[in-house]
Structures are given as structure tokens and as C-alpha cells.
């Protein structure tokens, strides 16, 4: 990603079929969300929906794949990169076999393969008004069989997600869950719906459903 932005405004970068194909996912969930989640940074820090600065082209051969910025903007998968690491864990999984585990990355991007002990995988989500509150007093606990969970909060990093319609710190939420069934790229997609639905539209909680997925 640092040889992709630092190339931006100059010529396409060669990069691998994955870095590819996360590229496309966050673009894809861009669109999906309306903007609410967005992948690209202008310099200064500020982020905007401006999807034509961007151009996404593979290449002639399957292994050829290239990605050129418009100058002044680079890409930042902190919004996904953390489902997406899960999705691939899940994928490595299955393909070797296993029917049953939980993926948990930090208690933001949760994979739940089949059933957990005595049925369904517990989660407790933390409360973002009492940091500490796991496992005494959580916010919800949640039982999930064969689906994903992401959440975003205040509690750890403070008020890091920005609005991309304004280029400022979201103010609407201080949390969000979102939950749905485990799939191709389920973990990406709820962790850019979380971003979509933390940023406070009135219609946010539509755009979640219509993926397929269920937020609060």
C-alpha cells in the first residue's frame, strides 16, 4: 500500500491478485454504503468520496494486476483490512477441513464457524461508556452459529472514524454492532458497514440491511 500511494499521480503500480481484490472489495463497499465508507485519503488527512480519482485494472495475465491514484490521494484499509485478515482465516479453515471455530480478532472482527460449546459461540460486546466492562457488566451478549460480528467504538481508540461527507471525527455514535451470516468476504463487509452506520445517517441502519446484514 505505501508503494501504491507513493506513486499517486504517476504511473500504475504492480501488485499482487489479493491486494487487488481488497482494493475492489473496499471500492465495491464504498458504493454500497453511498460513501459512508471510504477507502481513499486525500493529503492532509481529510477523507472524501471521489471514486473517479481512482483507477482499478487487471492486468492480461491472471497474476497481473495494477492500481494508480490520482496525485493528492492515497488508500487506507484500516476500515477493513481487520475483517478481511478474518474472511481469509475462515477461508484457510474451511479448506482444511474444519467445521467448528471462532475467529476473534480483538473483539472488533469476530468470524463464527458452526456451533460452540453447548450450541451457538457466546460474545459479549463491551460497553463503550464503561471500557472495562467485559465480563461483568457487557452491553449485550450475543450467540452466533455460522456468522460474522463487527463492532466500532470510542473505548480504544477514542473518536478515529471519520466522516467522509465532512472530512471530521464521526460524532452520532459512541458504538455499533453489526452482525450477519459468515460468507465470501463477510467479515470485510460488516467492519465497512459498522463504518457506514457509526457515521450517523439517518438511513445508515437501511444501507446495512440491504447488504444482508443487521446493525445497532
Do not use: C
Not at 42 to 58: N, Q
Not at 110 to 126: H, S, V
Request: proline share 4%; hydrophobic share 40%.
Amino acid at each position: 500500500i505505501s508503494r501504491v500511494n507513493a506513486q499517486a499521480g504517476g504511473s500504475r503500480v504492480e501488485v499482487s491478485a489479493e491486494f487487488y481484490d481488497l482494493t475492489r472489495l473496499a471500492l465495491d463497499m464504498t458504493a454500497a454504503t453511498e460513501g459512508r465508507f471510504d477507502p481513499t485519503k486525500k493529503a492532509g488527512g481529510e477523507k472524501f468520496v471521489e471514486l473517479d480519482k481512482i483507477f482499478v485494472k487487471g492486468g492480461g495475465a491472471p497474476d497481473l494486476y495494477r492500481i494508480r491514484l490520482e496525485k493528492g490521494y492515497s488508500l487506507d484499509f484500516d476500515g477493513i483490512a481487520k475483517g478481511y485478515a478474518v474472511d481469509r482465516m475462515t477461508d484457510l479453515l474451511k479448506k482444511r477441513g474444519f467445521t467448528r471455530a471462532l475467529i476473534n480478532f480483538g473483539e472488533s472482527s469476530i468470524a463464527a464457524m458452526g456451533d460452540g460449546p453447548g450450541g451457538g459461540w457466546e460474545i459479549l460486546a463491551r460497553d463503550a461508556r464503561m471500557p472495562e466492562s467485559i465480563p461483568d457488566t457487557p452491553l449485550v451478549a450475543l450467540i452466533l452459529r455460522d456468522a460474522v460480528l463487527s463492532v466500532s467504538g470510542t473505548y480504544e481508540r477514542g473518536a478515529h472514524i471519520v466522516d467522509p461527507f465532512t472530512g471530521k471525527s464521526a460524532v452520532g455514535s459512541l458504538q455499533v454492532i453489526v452482525v450477519g451470516p459468515i460468507g465470501p468476504n463477510a467479515s470485510a463487509q460488516a467492519d465497512a458497514l459498522t463504518k457506514a452506520l457509526f457515521v450517523g445517517r439517518e438511513d445508515g441502519l437501511e444501507v446495512v440491511r440491504r447488504a444482508g446484514f443487521e446493525g445497532v
